[in-house]
């Protein structure tokens, strides 16, 4: 594609580069012209002429490789602008090229360098390869994500991520100095996205709550956070490290998911070192006393013995009541056992009770917030609660939970099938297609792969 305000200079190029019988030129007369083309279109290289009414070529470039654009583009343009050629290049231009009164020696060095170019671009080193790549992935994903380069700079920010902020991909592509967190906390901070390959002690200390971490690879945290209006929020982060073929790091991206509604009765401790949850009044006020004193082994066996009971009270003889007077039990031995405070949450749930219920799957979560069990039984209890009341506040929390869920068990069914049934009952049904579809094709397949229970071990 050929981009020139000039009808002659247009037609003598076209006639130029394609008298070889080996370029076909499209010539277009104006910048905006050229960038609607581009959203129908691909081309092998873009020759662009600077001085462009409207939009000049410089602007031109900043937009199409803030879209991730990185077809080769030769900047064409008269004599005397010098400062043109480092402005191209600073803005991802892969040659530029001078016009003369002599218009048959430009031509012939045009064609070399789109030559020159496209061969660079099959070869895989085309400028900006790994970063038009980058950009594709962040943009299909339908999670709220974003992407930023080795300097910090934001690569990507897709449209989840604009609905989630406010915040547009214009006003953030390209920019760095930590602009990205600005929606988040209210003011420019490191984020987890900066701290890839941090320690735990570190991520604890900024005051994230680690549920899982891989080295070199994603680490999901949450966090509370403040917006710039002083409203506070909950957030479920998952960022991880890019790598190309040569193991070079390319960029980060970060997921964030508002789980404000799923914890909203967690809170963060405020010792900068403790970075954990703790609950305000989740736990019911009959248990969760503390433990005397004997031999830790001893208070183990116990409770475990009182869990034992009331999985077979529950899951054998549906004894619900009996089975929460042996998980009481177990709890007062020992607060700390996030499978007793789940299946304690599942009979309550059985009984009717979905306050107690949410109650005691919030304390698991707090205990073990990454156990893709304790957040299955939440968000059936949520998607529960969200049909009866007619509340979509804790339908809306249910989808998230869920979605932490397939974040673990890409290929759990019922998650997915959940998450259809919740969308379906918010009205947007479009969404709950996608979601009933991944459902479908997961038991087509015969890839389900079923939530762990730890009942199991003792049944």
């Known amino acids: 594609m050929v981009v020139d305000d000039d009808p002659a200079i247009l037609e003598v190029t076209q006639l130029v580069l394609e008298r070889s019988h080996e370029i076909s030129v499209k010539p277009v007369s104006s910048s905006r012209e050229a960038l609607e083309i581009l959203q129908k279109s691909s081309f092998d290289a873009i020759v662009l002429d600077y001085d462009l009414p409207e939009i000049n070529g410089i602007e031109f470039l900043k937009i199409i490789r803030g879209k991730g654009d990185v077809t080769p583009v030769i900047i064409f343009t008269g004599v005397g602008r010098e400062h043109a050629a480092i402005a191209a290049l600073n803005n991802g231009a892969n040659f530029f090229l001078k016009k003369s009164e002599n218009t048959e020696m430009p031509f012939v060095e045009l064609q070399q360098m789109i030559r020159h170019a ?121 960022a991880l490290p890019i790598f190309d073929n040569h193991r070079e790091f390319i960029a980060a991206a970060c997921i964030v998911r508002d789980v404000t ?137 249910a989808v998230e939970t869920f979605k932490m869920v397939v974040n673990f068990l890409p290929n759990n069914k019922d998650s997915w099938n959940h998450l259809g049934v919740c969308f379906k009952e918010l009205g947007r049904s479009e969404e709950s297609k996608f979601y009933f579809d991944r459902a479908r094709d997961i038991n087509l397949l015969k890839k389900d792969s079923p939530i762990p229970r730890k009942r199991n071990e003792y049944l």
């Not at 602009?179 to 900066?194: S, V």
């Not at 701290?195 to 549920?211: C, G, N, P, Q």
């Not at 183990?300 to 869990?307: C, E, L, M, S």
Request: with cysteine; hydrophobic share 40%.
């Open 118 to 238: 496209v061969d660079q671009r099959f070869m895989g080193k085309a400028n900006g390869l790994s970063r038009k790549i980058v950009f594709d992935l962040i943009n299909f994903s339908l999670d709220a994500e974003f992407a930023i380069d080795p300097d910090g700079k934001v690569l990507a920010w897709n449209t989840a991520m604009e609905q989630l902020t406010g915040v547009s991909s214009q006003a953030l592509l390209d920019k760095g100095n930590f602009a990205y967190a600005e929606p988040f906390f209210g003011n420019r901070q490191k984020m987890l996205i900066d701290m890839v390959f941090t320690s735990d002690d570190s991520l604890r200390k900024a005051r994230y709550m680690v549920i899982s971490k891989e080295k070199n690879g994603p680490v999901v945290a949450v966090t509370r956070a403040k917006k710039a209006d002083g409203t506070e929020w909950t957030l479920w982060m998952k």
């Open 261 to 397: 509604s799923t914890f909203k009765d967690v809170s963060i401790g405020e010792e900068e070192s403790a970075g954990v949850l703790s609950l305000s009044s989740a736990a019911p006020n009959k248990v969760g006393s503390s433990v005397g004193g004997g031999s830790i082994d001893r208070i183990r066996g116990k409770a475990t013995a009182q869990y034992k009971e009331g999985v077979n009270l529950y899951a054998r003889n549906l004894n619900y009541r009996g089975a929460i007077e042996a998980f009481d039990k177990a709890l007062e031995i020992d607060e700390k056992l996030p499978h007793v405070w789940n299946d304690r949450g599942i009979c309550c749930r059985m009984l009717g009770d979905y306050d107690e219920a949410l109650k005691s799957f919030l304390r698991a979560v707090e205990l073990a917030p990454g156990n893709v069990e304790i957040l299955y039984e939440l968000g059936e209890t949520l998607e529960k609660i969200g049909v009866m009341q007619m509340n979509n506040k804790y339908l809306e929390a």
